[in-house]
């Protein structure tokens, strides 16, 4: 009696796991644990075909990276008006929101993305932030982010002024993102994604200037060399929201000098440099928070397994170190409470980190004129 009622137990526990673990078979083949995740494949395909095709965490990755912020951010947990976050309004309103100082680079990614928008049945919400999230599987260093699917589309258009601007100083930056629901903590895991972005409309002479050395990696390069004594302009000098970095060809914005200089955020900095599991698995909680922000997520479901692994970061690469021709002492050490770690430097002649639109130039769709 007593063995009978042991199989039982047993028959009874394999069929709840079973239940527990059920998936659901797509159209297209694919499993999923919601059916809701199947609508997915097709665009996955589509975009990893056509609109990451050939890009290896350059132009069309940074593209879709940088639009999901500027979506995401226009939010306020005490002005209504301010938006609902991450809601598409971007470019539901594009006529309005585009014409924004802090979009206009935006422009790009509208081009980039509106066709795709248009051969699917997913709402605009729900494209830009599973395009950034997938655009990061291109980096090698990246964490696989999770994504949520079923936003709702925006209503209205978000003001002016949610996006914070390079030439703005730390409280009003920091201000700006505490009304979104960021920390301080939260914003320098955010600023990660700079280590494989570029800047669009701070030098009108040149685009694609890159933030660090080695743009097409997401690794803690970006946090080393923001710290270094600034020499040289990339471009042209003296554009508002640029200073001067230490790099041939890498472009500085003022607001990452000073946010890695400033008593609120200095040692979140240094905490990154030379930490690649920190600084990857920081901002992969950050970006999480960022693409639901102003939705309701007890309505969305997980889809996290449609985003494709990304590529692995070698140990190797994974370690920082100072650039040809530098050394500890071109460190600016704000943080008091961390001693900076000992890096290598990099053997060679210092060189000039080219343009990140190098390669894709002739695939990259022209500017909107205004």
């Known amino acids: 009696m007593l063995s009978t009622t042991f199989a039982l137990l047993a028959i009874l526990v394999t069929v709840s796991n079973a239940a527990l673990t059920r998936r659901v078979t797509c159209p297209d083949g694919h499993t999923v644990s919601n059916k809701a995740c199947c609508a997915l494949f097709p665009v996955l395909e589509d975009i990893q075909t056509n609109m990451f095709a050939d890009d290896n965490c350059s132009d069309a990755a940074h593209t879709a990276l940088r639009v999901a912020f500027h979506d995401a ?54 494209f830009i932030q599973f395009a950034a999230a997938v655009s990061l599987t291109r980096c090698p260093g990246i964490l696989r982010p999770t994504f949520m699917f079923g936003r709702v589309d925006a209503k209205a258009p978000a003001p002016d002024g949610t996006v914070p601007e390079p030439f703005q100083d730390v409280k009003t930056i920091l201000a700006r993102m505490a009304d979104a629901g960021f920390s301080p903590s939260e914003l320098v895991a955010l600023l990660a994604s700079h280590s494989i972005a570029g800047a669009d409309d701070v030098d009108a002479n040149f685009s694609g200037l890159p933030f660090d050395s080695t743009p097409s990696v997401f690794d803690t390069q970006f946090f080393v060399e923001t710290l270094l004594k600034g020499t040289l302009f990339p471009g042209t000098s003296g554009n508002q929201g640029e200073v001067e ?6 472009l500085r914005l003022q607001s990452d000098s000073e946010l890695a200089r ?14 690649q599991l920190l600084m990857a698995f920081t901002f992969r909680q950050a970006f999480a928070k960022m693409q639901i922000v102003g939705q309701d997520v007890s309505k969305l479901v997980d889809c996290s397994e449609v985003i494709p692994q990304p590529p692995a970061l070698s140990a190797s690469a994974a370690k920082a170190f100072f650039p040809p021709g530098l050394t500890r002492k071109d460190v600016q050490q704000a943080c008091p409470l961390l001693p900076f770690p000992n890096l290598p430097t990099k053997a060679g002649a210092p060189e000039s980190i080219p343009s990140m639109y190098v390669s894709t130039l002739q695939k ?7």
């Open 364 to 370: 990259r769709p022209p500017k909107t004129e205004r």
């Open 73 to 126: 951010i226009g939010f306020s947990k005490t002005q209504r008006s301010f938006g609902t976050g991450a809601d598409g309004s971007i470019f539901i309103f594009a006529e309005t929101e585009l014409s924004y100082d802090a979009n206009l680079g935006i422009a790009d990614a509208f081009n980039l993305e509106a066709p795709f928008i248009a051969n699917h049945s997913i709402g605009v919400a729900d």
């Open 245 to 250: 970095s230490a790099v041939a060809g890498v």
């Open 262 to 275: 400033a008593p609120e955020t200095a040692c979140f900095w240094q905490a990154n440099v030379d930490d």
